[in-house]
């Protein structure tokens, strides 16, 4: 057989496709001491071993096939992929809203890359459409490629050159902007920009995919879909983050930048609301506030930006028998904030005590959030709390972590005065602070308790 059909196969797994008879792009059914499974081999990747075959089986997914485990592969057709989406130039309607999407990246913006197996950030903006063109119904859409990085690259440079595309496109008189953007540091740049954005005049709509566009179990349309809608009709002028609400295609939901978290690997319906209810939910035929209080879209088309950012910043995880040293380290690299995320009502073991001590005399703000995600830092309560805030740890209510790590570093780019720094953390922007929780704001079901059983069955999840 011609060795080009076999696309980078060698070794171990050449030889097994070579006995079968199969070939890269072929659609198999290949039989396993492990089941029987259906799909089309792909490529090798360069980076992977000899002894597995990668099959993309028709849920989407990839799998690796150990060739040991192989008893036979049949092929049932072939035809090869093309994963490249060509690029349209986007049309212009009358009457519908002028909205900017800024791609950063991520998988909404991305394809299978099958030299390596990854994914990877490959489509334009421009091939966005190619793949939705719904979009077209929605908006007219201006797009601009600002990164082309994983989500987990993104950083204070990034979040500085987005606030800067975003006051240039307000000031040109766009009605809403949409930025694309990997999933696992989404919240982040939320954040980020909730803080370095100030009162926007529109919405700002943050909006990722879990699931790759070549996948059929793809998020990437629809999310794309009603993060335009939302950009373009919506009244609630926030920085929001717009993903699916339940794992199904009904509606997405709006989170404000400041209170939202990724809180699973995979799932579509990833992102919650944390302490609060989100702001509303969209479909691509309009938005349902949940909220009765948000910022109201204007058309004064001004705004104002703190674009900074220190990156002398950290975040401290508090585990059992966790000891100084590590503070110390911190101390000694110069860093000039610390988040601590404690235990249960914001707490850390008398070990630390030195390195807080020492801390708070060499002028490092310490700040305390808890791990248990929901519910309120209460350093009052117990002796540990108390003493702790005599040496310097300043209780941050009930801001998610990753948030008061954000408003850290950008309180510490504008300031390093430690009574300022205190105020403008202590001072609730953007609901990052809320003087309650809701009831509704705390709901984590246990399975296989029969009431939850019942819920479950009769509603979606």
Request: hydrophobic share 35%; with cysteine; charged share 25%.
């Amino acid at each position: 057989m011609n060795e080009d059909i076999f696309q980078g196969y060698k070794g171990k797994a050449l030889a097994t496709l070579k006995k079968y008879g199969a070939r890269v792009w072929a659609q198999v059914e290949a039989e396993t001491s492990r089941g029987k499974f259906e799909g089309t081999i792909l490529p090798r990747a360069e980076n992977t071993d000899d002894e597995h075959i990668v099959l993309k089986i028709i849920t989407g997914y990839n799998v690796g096939l150990d060739i040991n485990t192989i008893t036979n592969i049949r092929e049932t057709g072939y035809k090869k992929a093309n994963y490249q989406i060509p690029e349209k130039a986007f049309p212009v309607t009358k009457g519908l809203p002028h909205v900017k999407l800024f791609g950063t990246g991520g998988t909404i913006a991305s394809r299978l890359d099958y030299r390596t197996g990854a994914v990877i950030p490959a489509f334009s903006p421009g091939e966005l459409y190619g793949a939705v063109p719904e979009l077209a119904e929605i908006c007219n859409l201006d797009t601009e490629k600002v990164f082309a990085v994983f989500s987990e690259n993104m950083g204070p440079k990034q979040y500085i050159s987005l606030a800067h595309a975003i006051k240039k496109e307000i000031e040109k008189g766009i009605d809403g902007i949409v930025i694309g953007h990997g999933t696992d540091t989404l919240q982040h740049t939320a954040a980020a920009l909730s803080y370095m954005i100030i009162n926007p005049p529109i919405p700002i709509v943050l909006v990722g995919s879990q699931r790759s566009s070549d996948r059929p179990s793809s998020d990437a349309a629809l999310n794309l879909m009603h993060a335009m809608y939302t950009a373009g009709n919506s009244d609630i002028a926030e920085v929001m983050v717009c993903m699916f609400g339940p794992t199904s295609d009904e509606y997405a939901l709006l989170h404000r930048g400041t209170r939202v978290r990724k809180m699973h690997s995979s799932y579509r319906s990833t992102f919650r609301t944390i302490g609060d209810i989100p702001v509303a939910s969209v479909t691509r035929k309009g938005v349902i506030p949940m909220k009765k209080e948000y910022n109201h879209r204007r058309k004064e088309m001004e705004v104002e930006i703190k674009p900074f950012f220190s990156d002398k910043v950290t975040m401290l995880y508090y585990y059992t028998g966790m000891k100084p040293d590590i503070m110390h380290s911190m101390i000694d690299q110069g860093y000039k904030g610390i988040v601590i995320i404690g235990t249960g009502l914001g707490h850390v073991n008398t070990e630390l005590y030195p390195a807080l001590e020492r801390a708070q005399k060499e002028g490092v703000n310490v700040f305390m959030t808890v791990q248990t995600i929901w519910g309120y830092v209460h350093m009052f309560v117990y002796d540990t709390g108390r003493d702790m805030m005599a040496k310097g740890v300043v209780p941050l209510a009930n801001m998610l972590p990753e948030t008061a790590y954000i408003k850290l570093g950008w309180t510490l780019g504008q300031t390093e005065n430690p009574e300022k720094v205190k105020e403008i953390m202590l001072t609730p922007m953007n609901s990052d602070i809320t003087e309650r929780e809701p009831y509704n704001g705390y709901l984590v079901y246990q399975g296989g308790v029969p009431e939850v059983e019942e819920f479950i069955r009769k509603v979606h999840k």
